[in-house]
């Protein structure tokens, strides 16, 4: 089974923070049992992401909304997104890649080739590709526009 994990960026001094999200928190503690000492952390809801599942090359999580580069003859930068209207976790490549108000776009995903499904992570022959992570959308939403990474 997969680890079940989300981030957000606290709201008091904008750090990273990992663990379970809660929308209603309120009533999460509530029903702590006084025993219980859990860290609550206030976050961002606009900058809380699912961990994928997958790890790079240098096992760093990938979550959603992470920027990833695919080394190995041509490099390429994708975008992981969750597409809301299908339902699923897709990689947008970002050579003109847009923000329509609902979903990003680049004018030709959804894309559905094997060869081209980065989360894959495997070629059609088999062979794994060598995929890292180089930032995200909250903290650097530059390489969405072919920019450096930091």
């Not at 000492?37 to 809801?45: N, W």
């Not at 003859?73 to 992981?80: A, M, S």
């Amino acid at each position: 089974m997969r680890e079940i994990l989300f981030r957000g960026k606290q709201l008091d001094n904008d750090e990273w923070v990992y663990g379970f999200y809660f929308r209603d928190i309120g009533n999460f503690i509530k029903e702590l049992p006084s025993s219980v000492s859990t860290p609550i952390h206030l976050v961002s809801p606009d900058t809380v992401d699912q961990y994928t599942g997958l790890n790079d090359r240098h096992a760093k999580r990938i979550f959603e909304n992470d920027i990833v580069e695919i080394c190995g003859g041509k490099e390429q930068r994708y975008l992981i997104w969750w597409v809301r209207e299908m339902s699923m976790l897709t990689a947008i490549p970002v050579d003109g890649i847009s923000f329509n108000g609902h979903d990003y776009w680049n004018g030709q995903y959804p894309q559905f080739e094997y060869s081209t499904f980065c989360l894959m992570m495997q070629d059609p022959w088999g062979d794994f590709r060598d995929i890292r992570v180089i930032g995200n959308i909250h903290d650097n939403p530059e390489l969405l526009n072919g920019g450096a990474e930091t």
